[in-house]
Every structure is written in structure tokens, then in C-alpha cells.
Nanobody, 122 residues
């Protein structure tokens, strides 16, 4: 069973940067595609970024392309989300996810983290 534990959230001002980490346990990490989603109060969960296993590559939502970067360290079983130029609209709970497929869809996710809060003030 894969467990995902996010960290790195916090409260920052507009324009700041944060790096989220997602530490995983379980043997499925190296073969799983990994992704980040977020959910703001009263809104649907939103896909942000995904990274495949091996050389498959990355994908991003248009809303974060050019500002957010997803990466993974297979030696540490950890996936990261570097977030730059943060805006108040980025305020949300951020979730790490492990997926059976790449591209990543909510239906392909088999494990979710508990979430970490990011709050951006103007």
C-alpha cells in the first residue's frame, strides 16, 4: 500500500515561492506516475501537474504552466512541486497523488495524500 505525506505548505505573500514535498512509502512509487492537485473552498479539485515514471515526461495545467515545476527523486521516493510567483488565486489545499497512468486523471489515481494548505495573501 502506498502512503503519501505532503509538506511545505504555508502562508506567503503575492510573488513568493514555496516548494511542496510528497514523501512516499511503499514499493509502487518508482513505477507510478505522480501528480499534484489542489482544491480551494467551494471549488472542484483541480489538476496541476504530473510526472511520469522514467523518461515519460511532465504535464501541466494552463493555470500553472511556467510558474510551477514538478520533479521527482526516485532515490528518495519523493516528488516535489516548486511554486513560483504565487498569487492569491493559488490559495488552496494541495494534494499529492499516485496514478496508474500518465497522463493522470482523477480516475487513474490510486493513492492520495492528506493535503497541505497554501495561503497567498495580497
Amino acid at each position: 500500500q502506498v502512503q503519501l505525506i505532503e509538506s511545505g505548505g504555508g502562508s506567503v505573500q503575492t510573488g513568493a515561492s514555496l516548494r511542496l514535498s510528497c514523501a512516499t512509502s511503499g514499493r509502487a512509487f518508482n513505477s507510478a506516475a505522480m501528480a499534484w492537485f489542489r482544491q480551494a473552498p467551494g471549488r472542484d479539485r483541480e489538476f496541476l501537474a504530473a510526472i511520469g515514471s522514467g523518461p515519460i515526461g511532465t504535464s501541466y495545467a494552463d493555470s500553472v504552466k511556467g510558474r510551477f515545476t514538478i520533479s521527482r527523486d526516485d532515490a528518495r521516493d519523493t516528488v516535489y512541486l516548486q511554486m513560483n510567483s504565487l498569487k492569491p488565486g493559488d490559495t488552496a489545499a494541495y494534494y499529492c497523488a499516485a496514478s496508474r497512468t500518465f497522463p493522470v486523471y482523477e480516475a487513474s489515481v490510486f493513492a492520495w495524500g492528506q493535503g497541505t494548505q497554501v495561503t497567498v495573501s495580497s
